[in-house]
């Protein structure tokens, strides 16, 4: 157990539960053996950049990867988007601090023998309670200017690989691959036209009132039982039909054998 505190006045100093990380061979290719601290009941406000600083009397840190709960380490694609595809970790997580040497993984758990450490500073502010909320709630606010700026990017990118995509396929069309087979597409003299959004509501709106007029023809409980009764009548009625009409076909039949 490692005690910590968050600020100078703070009384009572918060446990962070280390030890080394220990997995097979190949189970976790993001967290090497030997090399890697696990760290458990690391507080929300306690970020990769304040644990980094905690550990680095200990060596140089590599890397610092906190996840909402222990499992197999794989490598994270980097957010290149400032408002989209974020995840707010809630509540207690688990950290994993990849250092250089293997060596300053037992000197990271030395830390214990020692009296609480701080992390928070003058220099390296931790925000916690009504400041960290304070500051999450400004992180909130979305600046119109910057989102429009990033969809615009973004829709670039998006039509300059479509673009190049058609190039390709145009490019491609009516060449035979290895085996001899050619690519059949749609374009020719009657393309298939594309689904419009109106044309999708459309559809939508269709199937809406379908189940609406179908759920109303049948509502109460009651309506169920009567029309099951009306529609056993109906057979029963067109059973005595069919026996009545066979009976007089075989009346009238002229060629009697016996």
Excluded at 124 to 139: D, M
Excluded at 196 to 204: D, G, K, Q
């Amino acid at each position: 157990a490692l005690a910590v505190k968050f600020a100078e006045r703070q009384r009572s100093p918060h446990c962070l539960l280390v030890k080394e990380h220990h997995v097979r061979e190949g189970a976790d290719t993001a967290h090497p053996p030997r090399r890697t601290l696990f760290v458990l009941n690391v507080p929300p406000y306690c970020g990769p950049d304040s644990l980094s600083r905690l550990f680095s009397r200990c060596g140089y840190v590599q890397s610092v990867d906190i996840c909402d709960k222990r499992g197999p380490g794989e490598k994270k694609d980097k957010l290149i988007s400032k408002f989209f595809d974020h995840k707010t970790l809630k509540g207690f997580q688990v950290a994993y601090v990849v250092f250089r040497k293997p060596a300053a993984v037992q000197a990271a758990k030395d830390l214990s023998q020692e009296g609480p450490l701080l992390i928070s500073t003058e220099s390296h502010h931790v925000k916690t309670g009504i400041s960290k909320w304070i500051a999450s709630y400004e992180a909130s606010i979305v600046d119109p200017k910057e989102l429009k700026a990033e969809v615009d990017a973004y829709m670039q990118e998006y039509d300059k690989k479509m673009a190049q995509e058609e190039a390709k396929a145009a490019k491609e069309e009516g060449v035979p691959d290895e085996e001899g087979w050619v690519k059949v597409t749609r374009k020719g003299r009657k393309p298939g036209l594309p689904r419009t959004e109106a044309a999708n509501l459309r559809v939508l709106e269709k199937e809406k009132q379908k189940r609406a007029r179908k759920e109303l023809l049948n509502f109460y409980a009651w309506q169920h039982r009567q029309a099951k009764r009306e529609h056993i009548a109906q057979l029963r009625k067109k059973f005595q039909e069919d026996k009545q009409r066979i009976a007089l076909m075989r009346a009238q039949r002229k060629f009697r054998p016996y």
